[in-house]
C-alpha cells in the first residue's frame, strides 16, 4: 500500500469525511489530531467505557472500517469458509477486496457488495461483485454465508430483516458501528437481540461491532 497522503494540515478546519448517502460533513480542528503511522492513521474515535484507548487501533480514513476490525473479517472468512459473503457499503473497496482475498485463500466464495453511491476508485478483486443501489433495493437469491453490514446507520436493522429469509442455520452475522459515535444503531441492534430475533456479543473496538447469528425464523 503507498503511504497515507496527509488529510489534516497541523491548525486547520478540514473536512476530512463526507457521509456517502447523507452528504453530512465531519470536521475534524484539533492541531495534530490525525497521527500517521506507516500506511495508516492511528483511529480517532473519542473514547468510550467500552473502548477507552481507541487510538491503539489503526484506520484507512475516518469513514472506512478499522484496520483490525478489516483483519477480523479476513480471519472469519478463513475460519468459516462461506461461500457467498454479502457486504453493504461498499464506499472505497478496501473491505470487499480484503473478504475476496480471504476468500481466494480458501479457494472459493464469492463477495457481493452494493453501494446506492459509487464512491471506490481501486480496481475491485475478480471475486467482488459490485452492485449500485440500496441494500433495500438488491436483488439477489442466494444463500448468505456472511452478512456485513456497513452501510448507512438507519437502514442496517432494516437490512437483518431483508435479508433474514437468505440467511440459514450456520449463516453469521457483523454489524459495523454498533458504539461510540453511533448510539442509535447500537440500541437499534440490541433491541433485535432483546425481541429474540438475533443473538450475539458486542465488541469493544472504537466503532463497535457486533457479531451474531440469527435466534428464529420469526422474520420469514
Known amino acids: ?3 497515507a497522503e496527509p488529510i489534516l494540515k497541523e491548525g486547520e478546519v478540514t473536512p476530512v469525511a463526507v457521509n456517502p448517502y447523507t452528504q453530512e460533513t ?23 467505557e467500552d473502548c477507552p484507548e481507541p487510538n491503539l487501533w489503526e484506520m484507512e480514513d475516518p469513514a472506512s472500517v478499522e484496520i483490525e476490525v478489516r483483519e477480523l473479517l479476513f480471519a472469519l472468512v478463513r475460519a468459516l469458509k462461506p461461500k457467498v459473503i454479502l457486504e453493504t457499503g461498499t464506499f472505497r473497496g478496501s473491505t470487499a477486496n480484503r473478504l475476496a482475498e480471504a476468500c481466494d485463500l480458501n479457494g472459493f466464495g464469492v463477495v457481493i457488495t452494493c453501494d446506492p453511491v459509487k464512491v471506490w476508485q ?15 433495493d438488491l436483488m439477489i437469491s442466494l444463500p448468505i454465508d456472511l452478512l456485513f453490514l456497513d452501510s448507512e446507520d438507519k437502514i442496517r436493522p432494516l437490512e437483518v430483516e431483508r435479508f433474514s429469509a437468505l440467511l440459514h442455520s450456520r449463516s453469521v452475522i457483523v454489524i459495523h ?28 473496538t472504537p466503532r463497535g461491532l457486533f457479531v451474531g447469528r440469527l435466534t428464529t425464523s420469526r422474520w420469514r
Open 1 to 3: 500500500m503507498t503511504e
Open 177 to 204: 458501528d454498533t458504539g461510540g459515535m453511533h448510539p442509535e444503531l447500537g440500541k437499534s441492534v440490541l433491541s433485535l437481540q432483546e425481541q429474540g430475533l438475533i443473538h450475539g456479543v458486542f465488541l469493544p
Open 122 to 136: 481501486k480496481t475491485l478483486h475478480q471475486r467482488v461483485q459490485y452492485h449500485q443501489t440500496s441494500s433495500l
Open 26 to 48: 465531519t470536521y475534524y480542528a484539533l492541531p495534530g489530531f490525525l497521527e500517521h503511522i506507516g500506511s495508516f492513521w492511528k483511529e480517532i474515535s473519542p473514547p468510550t
